[in-house]
């Protein structure tokens, strides 16, 4: 049964542990996560983008996969469903479609239509017992056609944010989607500080969480932050393993090219990566 991602971040905060959000992008992503997931007593939030979503026909065919696997595979541990950088629309769609949470990206709109449009997702995630990240400063980097520049948020803007009711916020602190660049200066930890102390017991959320150095995301963590979101990192072991794969002409002797067997190397890569940040972020047997 998927669940809200509520508790197991509040749980996680006490803890001073983070939960991972891997993002799904087909069925081999999904099974993967989840596997990973179970074998490390950990809880896990599948993350789901709009583009993704898009891609794997809609967010009730998403919903129907995540249930049906669930289901089958026995999983136990928690398991969230969440959609990424949402917008006002698609967190509706979301609602509708059986979603456990949602992500309101509101971090481009000024502050006063931010807020307005989070106060009224509060009401409706209440209603429907789904928890709700906000966000305040953008996220550097490009997903899904949408631009940020890594501006640090704003604490008191954070405050206000956290003050409507939701259950998580991400703030931006200097972090980035995808790959960082050679001259990335680092996470801003004074801003991260600062959010913290004007938001008390509310867990923060890391984006961009491919490439940031160990040491960097154990600070966060002890700085609040409880929920540490990877995409682009298993993109890229998926990509590695799947390329060695039929470089090597594997998929050319026997049934090699069978689709189960070709992709079964990703998969597994991304099995191997998702535990690796498991440990580092501190889940593992936190279930």
Not at 60 to 82: C, D, F, Q, R, S
Not at 100 to 107: A, L, R
């Amino acid at each position: 049964m998927l669940v809200s991602a509520k508790e197991m971040l509040q749980k996680a905060k006490a803890g001073h542990y983070a939960v991972g959000q891997f993002n799904i992008n087909n069925l081999e992503w999904t099974k993967a996560i989840l596997a990973t997931a179970q074998e490390c007593n950990s809880p896990v939030i599948l993350g789901v983008s709009e583009g993704a979503g898009k891609y794997m026909t809609g967010y009730k065919t998403v919903v129907g996969m995540v249930k049906g696997m669930m289901e089958e595979m026995n999983i136990t541990v928690p398991v969230a469903l969440h959609l990424d950088h949402g917008s006002f629309e698609g967190c509706l769609k979301c609602v509708e479609a059986g979603f456990s949470s949602i992500m309101f990206d509101g971090s481009h709109y000024p502050i006063e239509e931010n807020v307005a449009k989070t106060k009224e997702l509060v009401k409706i995630c209440a209603e429907h017992g789904m928890s709700l990240e906000a966000e305040v400063g953008s996220i550097g980097g490009e997903e899904d056609g949408v631009i940020g520049m890594g501006e640090c948020a704003d604490p008191n803007e954070c405050k206000m944010i956290a003050d409507l009711g939701i259950d998580f916020l991400a703030a931006g602190i200097g972090n980035i989607h995808g790959k960082y660049p050679a001259n990335w200066k680092g996470l801003s930890f004074e801003t991260l500080d600062a959010v913290q102390k004007l938001t008390g017991d509310m867990p923060l959320v890391l984006h961009g969480g491919t490439g940031i150095p160990t040491d960097m995301i154990k600070k966060a963590i002890s700085l609040g932050v409880s929920k540490i979101n990877v995409n682009t990192e298993c993109q890229l072991a998926f990509a590695e393993a799947t390329r060695e794969y039929i470089e090597a002409g594997k998929d050319l002797q026997g049934k090699g090219y069978d689709p189960r067997k070709l992709l079964a190397p990703g998969a597994e890569a991304i099995k191997k990566t998702v535990k690796e940040k498991m440990e580092i972020f501190g889940s593992v047997d936190k279930a």
